[in-house]
């Protein structure tokens, strides 16, 4: 099993998560773009999607659109 590198991004808020998790969080409203350019470097990466169904639709067309394979990304869809 491969070792694994979180990247948390926060819309917006106060929240000091990244000191919880020893990483500094991004801000501000990440795009499919940004997401699937941060994970460049990585080897073969899995997607971990969490919101609303609206945003885990875009996300998950556009990654797809990139050639990443649908056993890739895993969801959890809430409303």
């Known amino acids: 099993m491969g070792a694994l590198d979180l990247r948390i991004w926060l819309e ?5 998560i990244g000191s919880l ?3 500094e969080p991004g ?9 699937f ?3 460049a ?6 997607f971990f999607l969490s919101g609303p169904p609206a945003m885990i639709k ?5 990654l ?4 990443l394979d649908d ?9």
Request: hydrophobic residues 40%; aromatic residues 4%.
């Open 71 to 79: 056993s890739k990304i895993l969801m959890d869809e809430w409303e």
């Open 58 to 62: 875009t996300f998950k067309t556009a």
């Open 21 to 23: 998790a020893g990483l």
């Open 64 to 67: 797809l659109a990139k050639g």
């Open 37 to 39: 350019g941060e994970c």
């Open 27 to 35: 801000r501000g409203r990440l795009d499919a773009e940004r997401l």
């Open 41 to 46: 470097d990585l080897a073969a990466p899995d």
């Open 12 to 16: 917006s808020g106060d929240a000091n």
